[in-house]
């Protein structure tokens, strides 16, 4: 299982002061410098609400761009087995450094501003970014895939279930991780009843074996 990098940390850590100096300025400090309670109330609730109202508004966009992408897909591509990712820092930090080293193309783009969704078809593996007009982020040709299993990756405080596609490089093999999101869900983590599912079907459709960690 592949860790999230330190920058992740950093990240809630910044949040976690912010939220802090937050509450400070806007409630404990204006009560303990004798500001009307009321008052340091209505702004205390106005900034929680706004900042509500925006998580509300991005969480919402990913919903739309998701459903956006599988409609699309399906449209063109009926047969195809579609499911959802995660747009996760530590993934995307790793597909740019390991697309263009394992010869797959250039550094995936975009991973971070869209709710992907990947895609399986006889032909391999690609992962789609963006709404109704879909962008390849990164692709997998079905000569390269070995193999197929589960695994996880951390990303913060969380651990996001991966389908994790075994592939040759030289006379090695490498790995790249999928985050899998519910279906119907973009943001909530696949099941481990859904992670096998998947596991069988990708492993069916592209005639490779599951290995150690699907079974």
Do not use: C, K
Not at 43 to 55: K, S
């Amino acid at each position: 299982m592949r860790q999230n990098p330190p920058a992740n940390r950093l990240v809630l850590a910044i949040a976690a002061v912010l939220a802090a100096f937050f509450v400070w300025r806007a409630l404990l400090r204006p009560l303990i410098d004798g500001e009307s309670r009321g008052s340091t109330l209505l702004v205390f609730t106005a900034g929680v609400v706004l900042a509500g109202l925006i998580i509300w508004i991005v969480l919402g966009r990913i919903q739309r761009l998701q459903r956006s992408q599988r409609r699309a897909i399906e449209q063109h591509e009926p047969q195809a087995l579609v499911f959802g990712s995660y747009a996760l820092n530590g993934v995307a930090a790793f597909l740019s450094r390991a697309i263009p080293a394992f010869g797959l193309g250039p550094a995936p783009r975009g991973l971070l501003t869209s709710s992907p969704t990947g895609v399986i078809d006889p032909s391999g593996f690609r992962l789609v970014r963006g709404g109704t007009r879909l962008i390849t982020a990164y692709r997998v040709p079905r000569d390269r895939i070995v193999g197929v299993t589960i695994g996880g990756i951390q990303e913060g405080a969380f651990l996001y279930p991966t389908l994790v596609i075994v592939i040759s490089h030289g006379a090695e093999q490498a790995t790249i991780p999928v985050p899998v999101t519910r279906e119907g869900s973009p943001l909530r983590r696949e099941t481990p009843d859904g992670m096998h599912r998947l596991l069988a079907d990708a492993a069916r459709l592209w005639g490779v074996p599951a290995l150690d960690g699907g079974t």
